[in-house]
């Protein structure tokens, strides 16, 4: 069974940075890819950035340019540099992983709350 464990939320100012991190645990974690998805109130979840295990990546229109997203060499722990933060980059932040074989991702964080100050 996976587990990831999230870490790095928090209440920042407009302008300012987080960097939020995952590790991954279990038993032949074999993951495809890692990312990291947000779910304001009363919107729909989404993908904020994911990274393939070839280290190809892929980043929201709204978070291009303001986000970096890292993986460790392992591939089990990822982390999202995030800069430039806005009011509406405020979410409920979650660790994901699209483990090889799987159709898409299945295993999940419990979630890290960023918020963002005006």
């Known amino acids: 069974q996976v587990q990831l464990v999230e870490s790095g939320g928090g209440l920042v100012q407009a302008g300012g940075s987080l960097r939020l991190s995952c590790t991954a645990s279990?038993?032949?974690?074999?993951?495809?890819?890692m990312g990291w998805f947000r779910q304001a109130p009363g919107k729909e979840r989404e993908l904020v950035a994911s990274?393939?295990?070839?280290?190809?990546?892929y980043y929201a229109d709204s978070v291009k340019g303001r986000f970096a997203i890292s993986k460790n060499r392992a591939g089990n722990a990822v982390s999202l540099q995030m800069n430039s933060l806005k009011p509406e980059d405020t979410a409920v932040y979650y660790c994901?992983?699209?483990?090889?074989?799987?159709?898409?991702?299945?295993?999940w964080g419990q979630g890290t709350q960023v918020t963002v100050s005006s």
């Open positions: 279990g038993r032949r974690f074999s993951a495809y890819a």
């Open positions: 994901a992983a699209h483990m090889v074989g799987a159709n898409d991702y299945g295993s």
């Open positions: 990274i393939r295990t070839s280290g190809g990546t």
